[in-house]
């Protein structure tokens, strides 16, 4: 055979060999008479949420108690202040401290610390977290002691303590969005009332240290894409019902936070009706100042069909609190933040 010819019959050969091969790779177990199933829609990459530890936010919640009443002007607002604000510098890219002086409905000066830490604070695409950090200056609601100021261990300081315990795990681990934790101020010093409903003017003296952002935001043209408050959250057994205002200024919003907690299995504690109306707590300047839509998870009580029966009273101390909602709460919160894209 002529030279040329034996190459072509070499080739021919190799390539018959590499064809055969390649359909013997193909084939599947039964012979290739079934197609390869189709495979299932592959999820993304799972997201990893850090964990929320209770233990650490009740000793968050514990360590703002010890400071005693922390009502703007006490000692221990200034002591638990500088508190917060050291805790959360090593955490945050920044922290940011607003200061002034606000008027109270009865005509008081008091001194105003907001302290917003911020994540990733070059990013347009955020998420805000709030909860007030001061606490009632009397106890309207107790039968004794009604003018000396409450310790707040429930209102004020649960949210606080999850909040804490979610910057301490932003520190670890990054969501994709950007993420602002704003400790109001002066939410607390409204005119006692009893009526649930009072007047346009005796409702903005509460939230003092929210609207005085809302006039000054910590950065200009903040803002942010939806605000999700913590108040009252951390009683035992506490029941979080879908809030009015929140359902007419962020119902997307509160659909997500519920589903999320429903999902990780806190039903117990996220109810799927609407029980009530806060008219006023930091969520409605948010909303109505800001526009930015915010959502309030405060805790409701079936028996008071209001508030918890400690709410601005002396028995707002830390017997109250409840590692279990602690949880539910920071979990659910976390779920919602680390999955924003
Ligand atoms: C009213 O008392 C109308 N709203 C509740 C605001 C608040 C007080 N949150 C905590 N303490
Ligand atoms: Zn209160």
Redesign the pocket.
């Known amino acids: 055979m002529p030279r040329t010819a034996v190459r072509i019959v070499a080739i021919a050969l190799g390539a018959l060999l590499l064809a055969a091969l390649l359909l013997k790779s193909c084939r599947t177990d039964n012979g290739g008479v079934t197609p390869p199933p189709v495979p299932k829609e592959e999820p993304g990459p799972a997201v990893k949420v850090p964990t929320f530890d209770a233990d650490s936010a009740y000793a968050y919640v514990k360590r703002q108690v010890d400071f005693g009443p922390r009502n703007p002007g006490s000692e221990g607002h200034k002591a638990c202040g500088d508190w917060l604000v050291a805790f959360l510098r090593p955490l945050a890219d920044t922290v940011i401290e607003q200061t002034g002086t606000v008027t109270a409905f009865n005509g008081q000066k008091l001194p105003l610390r907001n302290i917003i830490a911020s994540w990733a604070p070059e990013k347009k695409d955020r998420v805000l977290l709030l909860a007030?950090w001061d606490t009632?200056p009397f106890a309207d609601k107790d039968e004794t002691r009604k003018n000396e100021p409450i310790l707040g261990a429930n209102?004020g300081g649960s949210g606080v303590g999850v909040l804490l315990e979610i910057a301490r795990r932003l520190k670890e681990q990054a969501p994709m969005v950007g993420v602002d934790i704003f400790l109001t101020d002066a939410?607390?010093v409204?005119e006692p009332s009893d009526a649930?409903m009072?007047g346009e003017n005796s409702l903005l003296t509460?939230c003092l240290g929210s609207q005085y952002w809302a006039r000054n935001p910590h950065v200009p043209n903040y803002t942010a894409r939806y605000g999700i408050l913590l108040?009252?959250c951390g009683a035992a057994e506490a029941t979080f019902y879908r809030e009015q205002l929140s359902m007419q200024f962020a119902p997307h919003v509160v659909h997500k936070v519920w589903k999320a907690g429903q999902e990780l299995g806190h039903e117990r504690y996220f109810r799927n009706e609407t029980k009530y109306f806060?008219?006023?707590?930091d969520h409605v300047i948010v909303n109505r100042d800001m526009r930015i839509p915010t959502i309030d998870i405060?805790g409701y009580d079936e028996g008071t069909k209001a508030f918890h029966p400690s709410w601005?009273t002396h028995k707002d101390d830390l017997s109250v609190i409840d590692k279990a909602t602690l949880l539910a709460v920071g979990r659910t919160v976390m779920h919602v933040l680390y999955h924003e894209r």
């Open positions: 007030h009632r209102d939410e607390d409204g649930i009072a509460w108040d009252m806060v008219g006023i707590d405060i601005h």
